[in-house]
T-cell receptor
Framework: QKEVEQNSGPLSVPEGAIASLNCTYSDRGSQSFFWYRQYSGKSPELIMFIYSNGDKEDGRFTAQLNKASQYVSLLIRDSQPSDSATYLCAVGGGADGLTFGKGTHLIIQP | DAGVTQSPTHLIKTRGQQVTLRCSPISGHKSVSWYQQVLGQGPQFIFQYYEKEERGRGNFPDRFSARQFPNYSSELNVNALLLGDSALYLC?????????????FGPGTRLTVL
């Protein structure tokens, strides 16, 4: 069974600092990797996707993928209070759908 | 363009009843997936449909069924509701299905089973 592991947190980061969120996955054949942000009571919102080893940057967000280590991370630079949310790591796609981790609760302290 | 829409927003049912949830994908998107998210957990995959055919199914009992219509909208049906079916039900839309396609979620339907 495919598994995605995340530290549930809460992860507390001062405003303006870098928040680092991590995720490991069990299926070595996984090809697509996603980060979603979910505010309390709302649905998941796509933040980043990455398919190849290395880094992918989009504004204040950087996704990092290491397939050999089966590890995905999300860096948030210049963290803002509005970044406080649960961040969900998702892996896979295709006919099997996405496999999600339980999410990491991020708190940005003003 | 409108995003993924779902109806109803909230629903309260009693054990043993049946429920139908509805989803309309982003215009031009042909694939719809359904997920269940219980409190404190990540979403769990239930079904995926593409071009009106079931393309994938998660580990859910036969009480759960779905279909996709010619206009690509979709319905999720759950029969014989249990207390454990209380959750946020999410519909996700994407243009095609495949490993490199991203999915966009609707606002969800909050189902409460009493």
């Amino acid at each position: 069974q495919k598994e995605v592991e995340q530290n549930s947190g809460p992860l507390s980061v001062p405003e303006g600092a870098i928040a680092s969120l991590n995720c490991t996955y069990s299926d070595r054949g996984s090809q697509s990797f996603f980060w979603y942000r979910q505010y309390s009571g709302k649905s998941p919102e796509l933040i980043m996707f990455i398919y190849s080893n290395g880094d992918k940057e989009d504004g204040r967000f950087t996704a990092q993928l290491n397939k050999a280590s089966q590890y995905v991370s999300l860096l948030i630079r210049d963290s803002q209070p509005s970044d406080s949310a649960t961040y969900l790591c998702a892996v896979g796609g295709g006919a099997d759908g996405l496999t999600f981790g339980k999410g990491t609760h991020l708190i940005i302290q003003p | 363009d409108a995003g993924v829409t779902q109806s109803p927003t909230h629903l309260i049912k009693t054990r043993g009843q049946q429920v139908t949830l509805r989803c309309s994908p982003i215009s031009g998107h042909k694939s719809v997936s359904w997920y269940q998210q219980v409190l404190g957990q990540g979403p769990q995959f239930i079904f995926q449909y593409y071009e009106k055919e079931e393309r994938g199914r998660g580990n859910f009992p036969d009480r759960f069924s779905a279909r996709q219509f010619p206009n690509y909208s979709s319905e999720l049906n759950v029969n014989a509701l249990l207390l454990g079916d209380s959750a946020l039900y999410l519909c996700a839309s994407r243009w095609l299905w495949g490993y490199t396609d991203t999915q966009y979620f609707g606002p969800g339907t909050r189902l409460t089973v009493l």
